[in-house]
């Protein structure tokens, strides 16, 4: 099992810039979902996914975008990039309900100049 | 909005000493509760986790308490090593949520000394 892996791990864009992160598991979790991690704040959710086909938004879901195709792969979107897009980002996995099995990728570091 | 906060940044302990790091929740509904575990460069690690029905829940090395009085979660750790270094998050369930989505906090940095 890789568990939930991420690609690229770092990334640097220019404003306006588009580009999609990369998330896959290999765990057939149903439920997917990304964060953003800055500094001082805790993990805020931006997109969520309950199986394939299916998503919704966060806490914070203005400038990305999110598709479900199979259970394994949760792409997310920056549409434009700008820098309050500069960030870290998570992904992660888990079983319907299984709230304590909830398993986060490495994340990617992304700068937005 | 209701939210989970952390009472201190950071906290610097002693190796082999027990480490305490203290978390308030808001929302009186939150009925369960998870410790998460980040070190540098990594995603979250879940440590252990705790319902509302309980008072107390001991793992490995680590103890979660629940005072649901006064909102409050702490996580101990026992006989802090060096590789206990790492920033710790609180995060409670959403009660509301059908789907389970976690709230966190913004987490304390446990920086071990020798």
Known sequence: NAGVTQTPKFQVLKTGQSMTLQCAQ???HEYMSWYRQDPGMGLRLIHYSVGAGI???GEVPNGYNVSRSTTEDFPLRLLS???SQ???YFCASRALGEYNEQFFGPGTRLTVL | GESVGLHLPTLSVQ??????INCAYS???SDYFIWYKQESGKGPQFIIDI???MDKRQGQRVTVLLNKTVKHLSLQIAATQPGDSAVYFC????PTDSWGKLQFGAGTQVVVTP
């Open chain 1, 26 to 28: 290999d765990m057939n």
């Open chain 1, 55 to 57: 998503t919704d938004q």
């Open chain 1, 81 to 83: 990039a700008a820098p």
């Open chain 1, 86 to 88: 500069t960030s870290v």
């Open chain 2, 15 to 20: 190796e082999g000493d027990n480490s305490i």
């Open chain 2, 27 to 29: 929302n009186s509904a």
């Open chain 2, 51 to 53: 319902r509302s029905n």
């Open chain 2, 91 to 94: 995060a409670d369930l959403i």
